[in-house]
């Protein structure tokens, strides 16, 4: 299906689902630039791949909690993919489900070779919880290029928005500028991660 509309950022003439994999031997063929996105669930990730795509429903938002977790590419213009890993951290999973969660996921961004980036989204309105920073950390010294994304933004006014910016940068110990305020449903900061995504994946936006 085509879409030429108000797309900022990136002109998407399709976004199309493409496989869903449990383990690593049911990716797809590495054959194009991947981005992953990530983050706690409920954090707003469905949504803002779908804001990011200009669908309203590519990916399904708000998943059951505890269901078997998969790993589910799309493609976006035959270029590029995106890939949606799992969300983490669903109060009542048993530790087992949490093992599980992390060995998918270090499986795909420690060894994708056609990973270009992660997307790692956070809740503005949120504190960093203990996990994100420390998964922030891993991220760097695994140097795994990512873009860190605040969302639900629209729920905060501007100047709460740059108050818990400069919050966060702090919690993680990184530079405000590493730190794009977004909102899935508004559409804020689309143009932004889009521009990192090109970026990173070497595509040019034409
Ligand atoms: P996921 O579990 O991370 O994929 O989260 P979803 O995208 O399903 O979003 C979880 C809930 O947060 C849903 O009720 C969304 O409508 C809401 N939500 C997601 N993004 C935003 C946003 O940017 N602003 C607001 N106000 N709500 C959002």
């Given at each position: 299906m085509e879409s030429h509309n108000e797309n900022k950022g990136y002109i998407i003439k399709s976004a199309e689902f493409l496989t869903s994999a449990g383990s690593r031997k049911e990716y797809p063929e590495a054959v194009m630039p991947e981005i992953a996105f990530a983050g706690?669930?409920?954090?707003g990730k469905s949504t803002l791949i779908n804001c990011l795509v200009n669908r309203k429903k590519l990916v399904k938002t708000s998943n059951t909690p505890g269901r078997t977790q998969r790993i589910n590419f799309f493609e976006v213009n035959n270029v590029l993919r995106f890939v949606d890993l799992p969300g983490y951290g669903y109060a009542k999973v048993s530790k087992k489900m949490r093992a599980e969660w992390e060995k998918m996921i270090e499986d795909y961004l420690l060894k994708r070779s056609n990973l270009c980036c992660l997307v790692w989204i956070m809740d503005i309105r949120r504190d960093v919880a203990e996990f994100e920073h420390n998964f922030a950390l891993w991220l760097t010294q695994n140097n795994i290029n990512h873009i860190n994304v605040l969302t639900k933004a629209d729920k905060f006014s501007k100047s709460k928005q740059i108050a818990q910016k400069k919050k966060i940068a702090l919690k993680l110990n990184i530079d405000e500028d590493l730190l794009i305020t977004a909102s899935g449903i508004k559409g804020t900061g689309k143009e932004e991660v889009w521009e990192k995504i090109l970026n990173f994946a070497g595509v040019l936006n034409d």
């Open positions: 706690r669930s409920n954090v």
